[in-house]
């Protein structure tokens, strides 16, 4: 779901003029068109916060179970997770630009590095969908020692801590003297706080879905009105999430969704995407880029572009499974042998 909803980000035109040219929408209902496209950007938020709350319930799972956490094991269970593929688009990127530049020289040492984030706030490199990679990366690096040092109440207390991260945010802003989409949605201090959001979630629930929540229905409506609300909160560049009430209503918004989707039966179809969900994520920039470079989805017709679409999500999970298949699940096995808590087989 996560994914889902930053690949109809991509894929769907964020400005209000392409939906009243092209559908020949109203203003109004093409405000609320553009807002809804905005929204899915959000889904990275998601995934932030579900990351967070999977660590956490795992790391506090083989706390209990072992009396300590194995913390070099973790840090080598998840570079065999990230960095296979990663890597992989990195050097394909290197190659790639010679023809399009999705990933500039200059920017390819902060990515290795783990800090495309700062890379795409400060125009070192072009955007792409690895700048989330980094700011999970940093999570993962420093999140395991401050669990292995502190009681699951001091645990509790650090992820609260964490929803303040946003405020550093305002303050590099003030510090700069600029203050812009990339700034605030992909500074590392922004996405703590859905971190922490997350942590909270696992500390107080212990991996059981909490009692007494409203319907699921509600729940995800409630957190679709969220992300829309963080959705019109723009400046005049266009719709961007550029202050503390956004970053805030995102957080909420992706609480609400995660707590629908706790217990919930899966369903088959979504449990297969599920396991691909990281080169789902990684790929369909690429997708989406040559697509639009070669055919140019812009400008088709009203008619031709859900076919445009449906084709880049089909090749998007084409290349997501292969890579899974040849290239992820070598390495996955390998992890097994460092996991002390498992979670789901290969």
Known sequence: MAFLFVFFRHTTPLSPGWYVSKLHLPPFVASIAANLSALGAFGVYLFFLLSAYLITVLLLREKR?????????????????IWPLYFFIIAVGGIYQHYFPPIEWKG????????????MIFGIAK???LWSVSVEEQFYLLWPPVVARLSERGIEKAGLAMLAGPLLTLGLARYLGYSDWNLWFMSSFSGLSAMGVGIVLACRTQGRVPAGLPPRAVLGLMGLLAWYGAATLHIAEGITVNSLLGIALIDLGSLAMLLAAMGATPRAVFVELGKISYGLYVYHGWVIEIFERTVGRKALNAKAYPLAIAFEFAVTVFL??????????????????FTFVRSRPV
Do not use: D
């Open 65 to 81: 179970e072992y009396g300590k956490l194995h913390v070099p094991q973790f840090y080598g269970r998840r570079a065999l997770r």
């Open 108 to 119: 390819m040492a902060m990515l290795v590095c783990f800090s495309g984030n700062w890379a």
């Open 127 to 129: 955007v792409t969908p």
């Open 320 to 337: 997501a499974w292969a890579s899974y298949r040849w290239l992820e699940s070598p390495f996955l096995r390998i992890k097994e042998r």
